[in-house]
């Protein structure tokens, strides 16, 4: 299966920080001091963990629901993604000792919304699509101390049959068992190869 993603090496440059700290300035110290703690942190390592971690998680999720669907149709795969589908993930989560989670602005489940971080890095990313270039992993320490991993995902082929566009790739009768599992949805109308949302991995913070 192709790559989702892209990984590219990253620059990162320290902003320059004043020794005087004022209340207008605050917040430039603070977006400094983030700078500076990520230009050193190892972020090759932690670009390979997160995409191996992405891609591992991929893996298994596509692959039981594809399962699912070829089982049941989307009906199906629909009832897995409401029960099976974060449970795992959660699984997954303990397993690489990391907090795994997908975010979108447009989402199924309202467990997906996005933090303040994920919607800075999923505007960044929409902004980079909308202008035809492909948005790139990025890693970010937070405020926590945390290390955060932030990747793409791409809408495939497959999703359209739960996530295209209705009357097209997406059936009526099968957006209807959707809406039921999730009155609020608001994750339809995509093509193949529409930013989708993103990965969003967090590391605990290094000793």
Request: charged share 20%; aromatic share 8%.
């Amino acid at each position: 299966m192709k790559s989702l993603f892209t990984i590219l090496a990253v620059g990162l440059g320290l902003f320059a920080m004043s020794t005087a700290c004022s209340p207008s300035n605050d917040s430039e110290k603070a977006a400094a001091d983030e700078a500076s703690a990520t230009a050193t942190l190892d972020t090759a390592q932690y670009k390979k963990q997160g995409m191996e971690i992405a891609m591992g998680t991929f893996k298994v999720l596509s692959g039981q629901l594809k399962a699912a669907m070829q089982e049941g149709g989307v009906k199906n795969a629909a009832q897995y993604c409401n029960t099976v589908a974060y449970p795992l993930v959660d699984s997954l989560s303990g397993q690489y000792n990391a907090q795994i989670r997908r975010a979108s602005n447009k989402v199924r489940n309202p467990k997906d919304a996005p933090t303040a971080w994920e919607q800075e890095i999923l505007d960044a990313y929409h902004a980079q699509a909308e202008a035809g270039e492909q948005p790139k992993p990025q890693i970010r320490q937070l405020a926590s101390g945390e290390i955060a991993f932030y990747a793409p995902i791409m809408m495939q082929e497959l999703c359209l049959k739960c996530h295209g566009k209705l009357g097209e790739t997406l059936k009526a009768e099968d957006y209807a068992v959707i809406q039921e599992l999730y009155p609020e949805d608001n994750a339809i109308g995509y093509e193949a190869g529409d930013l989708r949302g993103i990965w969003s991995i967090t590391f605990p913070a290094p000793n």
